[in-house]
């Protein structure tokens, strides 16, 4: 395959561009190539500068759950574009799409948009803070909210678990109020609500992991979440912003049936522009301003472009969500034929998948945690991705991110992705 176009472009974008890429995953790092750069891309497939295409699983890590460029999300799109992109001021397609999330999530009398899933996990945070006047916030090591100062934190060391950056230029006064907890891990969650319950403003959880590959939860896990923070007065976050409208049409509170306080979305909700959303229980969100004392704003918030876009997304997919069990069935699909290929070529691999959230996994561990997830081979995980590349087909470049399907995915497409994996697993078999 030819990649020389990318690959030129990838050298003139390293002289303007740190790392030549606008978010770090896009550089291919950790598999060890070249990115590819993307041209165009329809339905479940993208085209890339050197006319390359491939049967896309990233689908922008997440929003293009119709498929790429999909008619369904670019209707009227044209016309209001034409009417003015952004004014700064309320629109009545903005009243639109929080009627509809707050319909759709049981748990939002009221809802927040913002510009990114980041701003909108580093708001729920700061809502959480000033609704309980508590500091501390509780995440799990694994788990991904954005790049917001108090979330790129790490477990510190020593029995606390008290936070260290996890990122440059975090000030360790941010991180020390982060506590990082284990996912999953029910012993650990009991200890942190011992020794610090009574001072966590909040804990922020994604419900179905989707940044350390999927890791399936605990249904007790996420119980005793609710339970945890009902009992001490902290917040539960729901970090929906790859889950919700993805795992259900009402998200993992809906798949789970467990009500969070507070719920994050993004990406599916835009359509495929830029767009993130914070929102809870009426006397939750009364802390907002102009209503409250928490501060929250942003130039483009709502703009109305992103919001038709994502109310032609949202609406179809609240009048067709039998597309919720077809994903769900090609996920499993998918799943079944890559553990019949992992069996047949003995390679060290396990796959998990929650609902149409499906992840490949290069160890022979059983995957339900963080350390799980730690001991897989990522340099297996590279030569995978490559050769899936190589034969067209177009996988997350990392191993700790998710497969990501769309409905325009076919029963064709998933027995042809099948087909290829079969081919490099034995390929890796024959030169392990
Ligand atoms: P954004 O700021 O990238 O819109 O959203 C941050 C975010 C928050 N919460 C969850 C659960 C997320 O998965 C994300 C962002 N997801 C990654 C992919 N796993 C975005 C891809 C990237 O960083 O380029």
Partial sequence: MNFERSNKL????????????????RAYKSVNMAPVFVKSARGAYVTDEDGNRFLDYIGSWGPMILGHASDIALKGVEEVIRAGTSFGAATAVEVDVAKLICDAYPSIDMVRMVNSGTEAAMSALRVARGYTGRDMILKFEGCYHGHSDALLVKSGSGTLT?????????AADTAKHTIVGKYNDLISLKEIFENDGKRIAAVIVEPVPGNMGVVPPKIEFLMELRRKTKEYGTLLIFDEVITGFRLAFGGAQEYFGIKPDITCL???????????????????????????GVYQAGTLSGNPVAMHMGLNVLRYLQSHKELYKQMEENAKRLQEGFETNIADTGIKAVTTRVGGMLGIFFTDQCVKTYEDVMMSDTAMYARYFRGMLERGVLMPPSQFEGIFLSAAHTTDDIDKTIEINRRVLKEIQINE
């Fill in 266 to 292: 993004g990406k599916i909700i835009g359509g495929g522009l830029p767009v993130g959303a914070y929102g809870g229980k009426r006397d939750i969100m009364n802390v907002v301003a102009p209503l409250g």
């Fill in 162 to 170: 008290y936070g260290i950056p996890t990122s440059a230029g975090v």
């Fill in 10 to 25: 990838y050298e003139q974008a390293c002289r303007y561009i740190p790392g030549g890429v606008n978010s770090p995953v």
